[in-house]
């Protein structure tokens, strides 16, 4: 069973930083990605920003610049290095790990973690 546990998660004024952390029971390289999701009350869930197995990387335009996406191989953990936060980017945050072996991908979830950005 694959698991994966948020922390770094909490209240901070606009403008400031937060580190996320996700820690995977298995290597990161088991995935075909690996990211970072976010869902605010009364809104869909957005993908935030991804890594591949590979180490490339992706972005929401709308944290492009103030956010960036990283992972510890030998620790099976990957990080959200938040930057520049701005009261809408409070939201719960899901880490999530996709697999593709023989069908549709599987993804699995973190149980998620509450940032909240203060105006």
């Known amino acids: 069973q694959v698991q994966l546990v948020e922390s770094g998660g909490g209240l901070v004024q606009a403008g400031g930083s937060l580190r996320l952390s996700c820690a995977a029971s298995?290597?990161?390289?088991?995935?075909?990605?690996m990211g970072w999701y976010r869902q605010a009350p009364g809104k869909q869930r957005e993908l935030v920003a991804a890594i591949s197995s590979a180490g490339s990387t992706t972005y929401a335009d709308s944290v492009k610049g103030r956010f960036a996406i990283s992972r510890d191989n030998a620790k099976n953990t990957v990080y959200l290095q938040m930057n520049s936060l701005k009261p809408e980017d409070t939201a719960v945050y899901y880490c999530n790990a996709q697999r593709v072996h023989w069908g549709p991908a599987v993804d699995y979830w973190g149980q998620g973690t509450q940032v909240t950005v203060s105006s």
């Open positions: 298995e290597s990161v390289f088991s995935f075909n990605a």
